[in-house]
DNA sequence: CGCCAGGTTGACACTTTTCAAGCCGCGTGG
DNA sequence: CCACGCGGCTTGAAAAGTGTCAACCTGGCG
């Protein structure tokens, strides 16, 4: 079976991790197939030139490496062009959480900001590319670029509401709600990139999807094991095919 | 015994929700003493007075009373002066969970950037006063202002830090690790605001509390009777005073 | 004074975790 | 090419933690 998630306009290799040149940057952003999801939303054509000169750096990032660390100093944000990501915290006492996942057009490193100073790992799930977006560089053209600056405010602000979503499923639903969740989830935003929303499959592991969910890698497993038992999805390792969406729904909504 | 979150230098009465004149206005932040949390950190004192200037109307809020309201159109941030506040997010069925609680010089409604939309109700759970930020004059302020658009940027970044912290919170801590890290959290900010930071009146219902840490109203009760049986606090009704910090610490860090 | 929201406590039910055993599939190396 | 090993996944049974329901207490306010 095809892999589904690799995105049917991926570009050819770069070289990894060096800048690349003039030419090539101006492609960047304006030729990036993603960028309605990317920082340059409602920009006019010129002003997309202008912000591709600040993203000098494409790299690619092989599954299990690290492109921000936690506790390191904050340099630069990075938008996600193929691959996927987690974000993870760490508490005091070692015990890690997976605070998100990325995907293409996501937009990575702004808990950075504040302190100057990256609050989390992200570490790639599977091979990627990402653009670096140097901070400083970005700053200053946001105090020229009014429009720029608003959406900046708004990719910002969609992170907080996010996060509010995230703390009211770890606050408030059960364990098959949390996964509807993130199935539902996971599926509008493929669909958004242009996947098939019912078929996908899943990047991440049972105990990666139970330390964002807030559940022990078992009961993500009898979850799974429950619906498919209900007929509500198909699933096969990492492949899940959703079948009774509307059932997804409803147990997301906390009825039936 | 004198409430000790009466803060030392509130101010006395303006008109209620209506713009004050030019003279009250330059006041607001340049005497507002919660200047350092609020948003002029790190400006030139030139520079407080022109945001001042755009934040014309100071509101007092009577407990229970709403300053944001979920699905209205968004105009505005709020800077809390004095009193405390609750944010509060309605799932699809109907459950509600408390997002966070705010304190003076804290910023709400950061939420309803996004989309133009507030995504959460925010409500005064004591008569409380807020000054009143209209975006659109912040926006454009914050393109002249360098300084201060740098400042937004880390206090939009601090939010997301911060939900990221209560995502730890909800999806690896136990009961009592959380009403631990709850309690250090609010001790320290009461400190950072010259208040005792052991002995303080919680504003809001164990509901509330539960509500916020994701567990029920008994959870919350039973553990505070068991901190209050093991000596690390003493608790009488609202009022809690924190015996052993050392304590509150382990737990809070789960080596107990 | 009496009401009532808010808080405490107990007994029990339910969900999720923990611990344990075994399976599956994939990549590696013989 | 196949066997082996290992990470990842599934499943079961028992334990722990939290929720639910219910009774009762308490203090503040009309």
Redesign the pocket.
């Known amino acids: 079976m095809s892999n589904i998630l690799i995105h049917p306009n991926s570009t050819p290799a770069t070289t990894h991790s060096l800048p690349v040149n003039i030419h090539e940057l101006k492609a960047a952003c304006a030729n990036c197939s993603l960028r309605e999801l990317c920082l340059p939303a409602g920009l006019t054509m010129a002003e997309v030139d202008q912000l591709s000169e600040i993203i000098y750096t494409r790299r690619r990032v092989k599954r299990g490496e690290a492109i921000i660390r936690s506790g390191e100093a904050f340099t630069a944000l990075y938008a996600v062009r193929t691959g996927f990501f987690k974000a993870c915290a760490l508490a005091s006492d070692g015990r890690e959480q997976v605070t998100g996942f990325s995907m293409a057009g996501e937009l990575l490193g702004m808990d950075g900001i504040g302190d100057d100073i990256y609050q989390s790992d992200v570490i790639a799930i599977e091979d990627s590319e990402v653009c670096k977006i140097p901070f400083d560089n970005l700053d200053a053209l946001l105090g020229e670029m009014p429009s720029l600056q608003r959406h900046f405010h708004k990719v910002m602000s969609r992170e907080i509401v996010r996060e509010g979503g995230v703390m009211m499923m770890l606050g408030v639903?059960?364990?098959?709600?949390?996964l509807a969740a993130f199935l539902l989830n996971l599926s509008q935003r493929l669909h958004i990139r242009g996947y098939a929303p019912l078929e996908f499959s899943?990047r991440?592991?049972?105990?990666?999807i139970?330390s964002y969910l807030?559940?022990?890698?078992?009961?993500?497993?009898?979850?799974?094991?429950k619906f498919?038992a209900e007929g509500i999805l198909e699933?096969?390792?990492?492949m899940i095919r959703i079948i009774d969406v509307e059932s997804l729904r409803k147990i997301y909504a906390h009825h039936t």
Chains 1, 2 share one sequence.
């Open positions: 639903m059960k364990a098959d709600e949390r899943l991440m592991t049972r105990e990666e139970g807030g559940l022990k890698l078992e009961t993500v497993s009898r979850t799974f094991s498919q699933v096969n390792q990492k």
